[in-house]
């Protein structure tokens, strides 16, 4: 079969802060010249797809804010399918609550009134903010969902706390966990992307640094999956784990030969 669409992971696979990876160019025109479409999908929430075509412009990348998905544009796309009208009360950064408000979503900074909790990535996470999501969730009934899953992500200089660790605060201290995870490896995520590029999924390949988010999203559609060690996951990791990725490449300059394999 040949490939028609990539899911591309950004961080840790084609950029490392506001570099470019090594090897990420020749990556790209591999798939250039195979012809295969592209779409780019990060577990960062808080970055529109506007501001990472200019990161990707700054990295001297060409990549237009059509071809990028994020856990940012996908549980905005789910607050609009599913709490439109509803009141979201926002454990987050100003970048995501800045997407909401922009969607036409209402935004809520008191507790007791929100209809709708949503956790994600904060680097000024604090103690009240807790205080605040118990009191949110004190009823039940009140959906508490979380952007990402992403425990850890890739820093300059080492890897850091993402959505994940701060979900995961607010679920031990709640008692349960969200009902709903939007970005990456949840089928709306991968519904998204799939959508975005147009093509079936036995059709595509997902390439990504992450064996629990890019390489789970791939394989539970049967899309040909593809980790590079050029972020979370090195070789420890991998033997660790239970998931068994298509392929494994040194980086994505590697691609070539997945596309040529076919």
Known sequence: MTFRGAILDVDGTVLRGNERIQGATAG?????????DRVFFSNNPTKAPPAYAERFAGADIEVGPDEVLTSGTATTAYLEAEHAADSLFVVGES??????????????????????VVVSIDREFHYDDLVA???????????FLSTDPDMTIPGVDRDLPGSGAM??????VV????????GKPSAHARGLALDRLGHDADECLVVGDRLDTDIALGASAGM?????????????????SAVDPDYVLDSFADIEQVVDDQ
């Open 224 to 240: 040909t999956t593809v980790l590079v060690k050029t972020g979370i996951t090195d070789d420890h990791i991998l033997a660790e």
């Open 95 to 116: 970048g995501l609550e800045a997407q909401f408000t922009e969607a036409g979503l209402t935004v809520t900074t008191d507790p007791t009134a929100a209809d709708a």
């Open 167 to 172: 979900t995961h605060a607010v679920s031990g």
């Open 28 to 36: 790209l025109d591999a798939l250039d010249r195979a012809d295969v």
């Open 133 to 143: 999501a118990m009191v949110a969730l004190e009823d039940e009934s009140v959906p």
């Open 175 to 182: 008692g349960r966990p969200p009902d709903a995870t939007l």
